[in-house]
T-cell receptor
Framework: KQEVTQIPAALSVPEGENLVLNCSFT??????LQWFRQDPGKGLTSLLL?????REQTSGRLNASLDKSSGRSTLYIAASQPGDSATYLC???????????FGTGTLLAVQP | EPEVTQTPSHQVTQMGQEVILRCVPI?????FYWYRQILGQKVEFLVSFYNNEISEKSEIFDDQFSVERPDGSNFTLKIRSTKLEDSAMYFC???????????FGPGTRLTVL
């Protein structure tokens, strides 16, 4: 059974710092991996999608990498801003219908 | 930009009552999903729906749950007899192809009293 873990559970950084969020999954037979942002009490905003054949994807200040064989992905955020404060969720597409299996998230606080 | 919409944003119901949560997926999408998130816990998969039938369901999705696509735009989740433990945020999601990005709606917060 696929399990997704995110480390750290919480992170507090000063504004302007670069940071890395980690995601690991137990079964490497995934179709793709998505990173989401969730603000308190709100829905999920898709940030990046990496297909299983890709190594990385970039969008603005965000860069996500995927090492399928080792079951790991990282989300790199450059020059963090207070507006980046949110919970970041990693999810792998798994199974017959590519349903998403989510991690528990990393709660990020960027201090002004 | 097209988006997934959900109504209502918040539903309060008494235990044992039936509720219907509604979703309008993005118009050219073919794959539809329901997930739920109990407060403080992971987002969990409930069910996937394609070509007018359930394609996969989780252990959570028991006989009290059902889904329907009654017309070309709506996708509904029905809980027949709600329990206290059904209190959660319910998210609808859709994707255009089987490996595309899944887009999520803003969620319906269900509170069962």
């Amino acid at each position: 059974k696929q399990e997704v873990t995110q480390i750290p559970a919480a992170l507090s950084v000063p504004e302007g710092e670069n940071l890395v969020l980690n995601c690991s999954f137990t079964d490497s037979a995934i179709y793709n991996l998505q990173w989401f942002r969730q603000d308190p009490g709100k829905g999920l905003t898709s940030l990046l999608l990496i297909q299983s054949s890709q190594r990385e994807q970039t969008s603005g200040r965000l860069n996500a990498s995927l090492d399928k064989s080792s079951g790991r992905s990282t989300l790199y955020i450059a020059a963090s801003q207070p507006g980046d404060s949110a919970t970041y969720l990693c999810a792998v597409a798994d199974g017959a219908t590519n349903k998403l299996i989510f991690g528990t998230g990393t709660l990020l606080a960027v201090q002004p | 930009e097209p988006e997934v919409t959900q109504t209502p944003s918040h539903q309060v119901t008494q235990m044992g009552q039936e509720v219907i949560l509604r979703c309008v997926p993005i118009s050219n999408h073919l794959y539809f999903y329901w997930y739920r998130q109990i407060l403080g816990q992971k987002v969990e998969f409930l069910v996937s729906f394609y070509n007018n039938e359930i394609s996969e369901k989780s252990e959570i999705f028991d006989d009290q749950f059902s889904v329907e696509r009654p017309d070309g735009s709506n996708f509904t989740l029905k809980i027949r007899s709600t329990k206290l433990e059904d209190s959660a945020m319910y998210f609808c999601a859709s994707r255009r192809t089987s490996t595309d990005t899944q887009y999520f709606g803003p969620g319906t917060r269900l509170t069962v009293l």
